[in-house]
């Protein structure tokens, strides 16, 4: 875990932060250190595709720190339907007694909608009742005496939003840490442009803004990195930094995504989490299984094929 502490600005949240190794993800608890309320953002349930296997280890560690920290957790909150971890936000709702609100953006149901022909399964679309609530552009709330303002910061996937908890941003997958560039933006429903769009505006925040990302992924073995300043993304981030043309980004970005393999973790995990991380309902005898589109993304593989054969 690491752990940020609250700057002398006003409304500014403590920030502890917790590494999931497997899907280099980071997961965040942010809370107001007046009241000691508290918000928990892109929880990860862990997965094993090769055993078919979930456990709660990840969210078990949140659990601990919340409860030893004495924190009044008010939302579970993810900022986008994950294609590359579970998420455990509905687990940690139940543990928590069901008094914390689960949120996401409301473009949520348009992914539902793309998701479910993919798995051939109608079931999927339409359901906003996993959610407490669907968080539109311009929406605010506090977290004790921390303002939250959500905007919408599409590119990655088409219902991604940020959450800005007074000097500290939940830029998830837009950011990467500035030696690691930006995210990918080829799943369906992704742009390039609507990143750059996205990246231009967090960046349009004043330099000391604390910039909290969704992934990193250790380039060069360094150890797992999860935060810079606006001020540092514009200085040295290899993709975005002052001086880049969005032609240039579109074309680094739209080439380096051509290469990327599928997530391993994609097919399973957008079925569990258009469902607010909720596991498929076993049947009379117990059994829960998963669904896996054939052949949908094999122009991917191939694309990937081609440019190994280039190198």
């Known amino acids: 875990m ?8 006003t409304g500014s949240p403590n920030v502890a932060a917790f590494y999931e190794k497997t899907t280099g993800s980071w997961q965040y608890v942010a809370w107001c250190p007046a009241t000691r309320a508290a918000v928990i953002i892109d929880p990860v349930l862990d997965f094993d595709p090769a055993a078919g296997a979930t456990w709660t280890a990840s969210a078990d560690e949140i659990l601990h720190y919340v409860t ?18 579970f998420s455990s936000a509905a687990y940690l709702k139940e543990k928590l007694g069901g008094v914390p609100k689960q949120a996401i953006g409301e473009l949520v149901m348009k992914v539902q909608e793309i998701w479910s022909d993919f798995y ?3 079931s999927l679309n339409g359901r906003d009742d996993y959610w407490d609530r669907l968080f539109k552009a311009g929406d605010t709330f506090k977290v004790g005496k921390c303002d939250v303002e959500v905007s919408l910061s599409t590119g ?14 939940f830029a998830h997958d837009t950011f990467m840490a500035p030696d690691s560039g930006t995210s990918r933006a080829d799943f369906p429903g992704g742009s390039s442009s609507e990143l750059w769009d996205s990246l231009q505006a967090i960046l349009a925040l004043p330099g000391q803004i604390r910039v909290f990302v969704g992934h990193d992924y250790c380039k060069g073995g360094r150890a797992e990195a999860c935060m810079a300043t606006v001020a540092e993304h514009k200085a040295s981030n290899i993709h975005v930094k002052d001086g880049t043309t969005k032609e240039e980004f579109i074309s680094i970005r739209d080439a380096r995504d051509a290469t990327l393999p599928l997530p391993g973790q994609m097919l399973y995990a ?26 949908r993304f094999a122009s991917k593989i191939a694309s990937n094929f081609e440019h190994s054969a280039r190198e």
């Open 2 to 9: 690491q752990f940020f502490p609250s700057s002398t600005e």
């Open 120 to 122: 051939a399964d109608d």
């Open 156 to 169: 990655h996937t088409l219902a991604s939003i940020t959450y800005k908890i007074g000097d500290a941003v």
């Open 68 to 85: 030893s920290e004495g924190l009044e957790v008010e939302g579970v909150l993810d900022t986008h339907p994950h294609a590359d971890h």
């Open 270 to 295: 957008l079925q569990i989490n258009i469902r607010g991380g909720r596991l498929p309902e076993p049947d009379p005898q117990g059994r829960a299984v998963l669904r896996v589109p054939l052949n």
